[in-house]
């Protein structure tokens, strides 16, 4: 009973730590803006099942171990038994428009040499902005876990002239897939392919 006691305080205060240190960053308030920042996964029950999605994802899709990366999301949780839910799935999506705060996320970290994107169940409730440096330089990390970018051709509006644009083959958004982890008061965990998604 301790060790348990011991895991549902460690996992509230590892998420009430991320909520802090995203919000905490300009002391000015209003005005402020985020940094995606990397965090250490403590949480070892989530640790081990995104390194076994990793693996089970890399065997039904070889391509996967040089592209993509991995995103969590935690679930608004209904039911009393249940300590925190996540969903855990695959994406290929790049990071190119600095103008669109909402798609970057608040925090990632790093599983098997896997990227992994952090997203909490409050983000919803925010409206992000994060600083142009900050976006910068997250793209440069998730570009190694990208599709490398391709000039091609592609004619003009007039149909006259062709200008080379930049494309990514291969890109592609995952929406549906991915496993869903509940994690309970007594210890079990429980991991179901999602339905939501």
Known sequence: MKKLFKKIIFLFLFFLQMNLSAFS????????????QKIDFKDSILFREVKKFIQSEIVKEKEFKAVGYVTISTIINTSNDIIRKY???????????????????????YVDSKLILVRGDFENLVHKKFSIRSKK???????????KVKLIQAPSINGKSKKKMPYREGERIQVHGGIDVSIFINGKVAVVPSKFY
């Open 25 to 36: 960053q300009d002391p000015n308030g209003a005005g402020s803006q985020l940094k995606i």
């Open 87 to 109: 969903h855990i799935n695959k994406n290929y999506v790049n990071f190119d428009d600095l103008n669109n705060d909402s798609q970057f996320p608040l925090f990632y970290s």
């Open 137 to 147: 330089h997250f793209q440069k990390i998730i570009e190694p876990f990208l599709y």
